[in-house]
């Protein structure tokens, strides 16, 4: 084969053949094929697309290149949760304890926070004692004790997307649907899920700004999982302004401790509950999503969901006591609130507040930057709320009065007032469902 070839072929429309995209995938990731063919044929990629069938042979072109995980000794069907990459997205804190106190084990792989979106790992890594870094058989022991793993993913796993995420970040390819496709979906299935909800944010603080791209995103995805023989449920949801009001690493486990709790702020509640109930679905026989809802609900009302998290936390060497006690957390020195124009609140721009977050150090501006758990932001507000001129629209939690200052001057741009009601915008905005799920 000839990869000058292959990519002279996808740049002029053909449709390549599955031994073309696995012999490609393969000589890229073992050294074969320069940097500067990949990004080629990932640039030809970006104007050409794939048809569906291709983007399954990608898909599996990449897990093939690494490690994959078998989860079958857990004796369940293992139902993964991916998001896209939001602002203020605790989801996995909350959802995973929700389903599992529903008899769900809860296995999974998760990232960590680049660019303006966060990441799990470094929110459950402001919980002092966390090992995010388990063996695959330590991983496969917290999950049987506890009924929840999550650890970070390993080099092994998908090493292709890895490098080939590496190189689309640098040569303007990330917006690539196929190529986003088959990025998060070959991770999944590496990571030995049976079936996955995937969380598909839509809007500023996304990398799909409208819900058509969002939509296109969500179908090519269920269709790889429909390819491999895998059901995907996409839930399309709202980022334009961040989920719930912490944005930030210990702030938003607290926050996801506090909706354990029953004080959830109530978008953050709906959107956990939605995604929640799609994992139970998939997971389990039978039960119409109205059912598993309530089921869920009752979970959380009783505390059984909390409980599950604090098992959880110990069973990967974590400080459970953090559930009862917020000063175990990383906190920050300094606070210091913004305070509001005034009116009702019309929009709140997730992306400039991420932004802001990342410069205080939650988040990182390249791989190798420190965090600081300790800092965020805390809104007082959300998009339809009435806030009376001069009271706190937000808190800044900071390292130090320079940087609280700083990130002050940086969000005054970021609210939008009207001194009429403005409708509250729905967090989950669709689901769509692969046919084959019983619901
Ligand atoms: N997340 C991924 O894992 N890959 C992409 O290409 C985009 C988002």
Redesign the pocket.
Known sequence: MDAVKIIERKRDGATLDPGEIQWFIKQYSRGAIPDYQAAALAMAIYFQGMSPEETVELTLAMVHSGDTLDLAPLGKRIVDKHS??GVGDKTTLVVSPLVAALGLTVAKMS?RGLGFSGGTLDKLESIPGYRTGLTADGFLRVARQASIAVVGQTAELVPA?GKL?AL?DVTGT?PSLP??AS??MS?KIAGGAHAMVLDVKVGRGA?METLDQARELAQRMIAIGQGLDRAVTAVLSDMNQPLGRAIGNSLEVIEAIETLKGRGPQELVEHCLAVATEMVLLGREGGTPQAVRAELAAALESGRALECFARWIAAQGGDARVVDDYALLPASPVQLDLPAQGGYLAELDARAVAMVTVDLGAGRHVKEDPIDHGVGIVLHAAVGDYVTPGAPLLTIHAASDAQATAASRALEGAARWTPSAVRRPPVVLEILRDPSVNA
């Open positions: 896209t990459g990232g997307d995420y689309r990330v190529l986003i990025s998060i991770k990398f």
